[in-house]
């Protein structure tokens, strides 16, 4: 994983040197930045998939609430989104869980991102919860997961045939780093994928991570 962007880096900066087009030159700088944007994304998965083998992370659990940050993360993929329209679904904007906020930001993170690599155009982030348990979706209308993958995905470095190439992004850990995540939190994760449809992430938290509804 590491090898791929660093032979890209080695070579786009062999190339570099008998570009005498300034426009070709900078054409070629901007690949060897997005070359080490996509370093820095890696080693920062590596790290944090690597702190939570070691151990259970230091957790500070605070009240969240799950309206506001799912909006918060729809805000901050703006830029990234393309042609999918991101929307989140709430109505029970004082809904909150005592959770790490950072973790569950990359939480919904991870699972939207990797979202945006297979949807079609739309994914909906819906938050919900009753006295028992408070439920968040993630749902997009991509090309769907055989079910025969569906808890592969959860491995470190497993991907679909689709993500293998690297035009899609991602390195195989980001729904794993979910996995562990959501357990800290004493949450459960499950996967429901209809082919030619789309796929629907769910996140329960149980009662005793209930805050208020």
């Given at each position: ?13 062999e190339?570099?040197?008998d ?11 901007n ?21 939570l ?15 506001e940050?799912c ?39 991870n ?5 945006l ?25 991509g090309?769907?997961?055989?079910e025969?993958?569906r ?11 689709k ?34 449809k ?16």
């Open positions: 994983e590491l090898r791929t962007p660093v032979a890209r880096l080695r070579f786009g900066l190339m570099l040197a570009i005498e087009s300034a426009e070709l030159r900078r054409e070629k700088l690949a060897l930045d997005h070359d080490i944007e996509q370093l820095d994304k890696l080693i920062d998965e590596i790290l944090t998939y690597a702190r083998e070691q151990g259970t992370p230091n957790i500070e659990f605070k009240p969240v609430l799950l309206g940050l909006e918060q993360l729809r805000e901050e993929l703006e830029t990234i989104r393309g042609d999918t329209v991101i929307t989140v679904d709430c109505d029970q904007p004082a809904l909150e869980v005592e959770a790490e906020e950072r973790y569950l930001h990359r939480v919904l993170q699972l939207v991102t990797n979202a690599r297979y949807a079609g155009s739309q994914i909906v982030m819906v938050v919900g919860g009753d006295e028992d348990q408070v439920v968040i979706h993630v749902d997009d209308n090309p769907g997961i055989p025969h993958e808890e592969r995905v959860f491995k470190p470095f497993a991907r679909l045939d993500s293998r190439h690297r035009a899609s992004g991602g390195y195989g850990l980001g729904l794993s780093i979910v996995s562990r995540l959501i357990g800290l939190h004493d949450g459960s994760l499950s996967i429901n994928s209809e082919i030619g789309g796929t629907l992430v769910t996140l329960r938290f149980p009662e005793s991570r209930l805050r208020q509804i």
